[in-house]
Nanobody
């Protein structure tokens, strides 16, 4: 069974950091680009970042560029999102998903985990 499990979310003050993890089971992540996406209340899901299958290419939304860093450990079948200098507008449920688009994760296969809540508030 294909499954993605996101973890690492929580409540953090503005300026703080979190590291999200995305662990896959039932398939090997290294065949795919992986994207992180987020959905805030009342808003559509948006792309945050994307990493190629080899990990050699990453792409970030302008809103997180310079603050978020995506990486992957294919041996652990896990992808990470290091989030620094968090802002209240980063509050959302964060999801990871495999993508056929290694240049930007503009599409997904429709495989989603349950997401992990990130709340940035003082």
């Amino acid at each position: 069974q294909l499954q993605l499990v996101e973890s690492g979310g929580g409540l953090v003050q503005p300026g703080g950091s979190l590291r999200l993890s995305c662990a896959a089971s039932g398939f090997a992540l290294d065949y795919y680009a992986i994207g992180w996406f987020r959905q805030a209340p009342g808003k559509e899901r948006e792309g945050v970042s994307c990493i190629s299958g080899s990990g050699g290419r990453t792409k970030y939304a302008d809103s997180v560029k310079g603050r978020f860093t995506m990486s992957r450990d294919n041996a652990k079948n896990t992808v990470y999102l290091q989030m620094n200098s968090l802002k209240p507008e980063d509050t959302a449920v964060y999801y990871c998903a495999p993508s056929p688009d290694g240049n930007g994760c503009s599409k997904t296969f429709g495989i989603w985990g349950q997401g992990t809540q990130v709340t940035v508030s003082s």
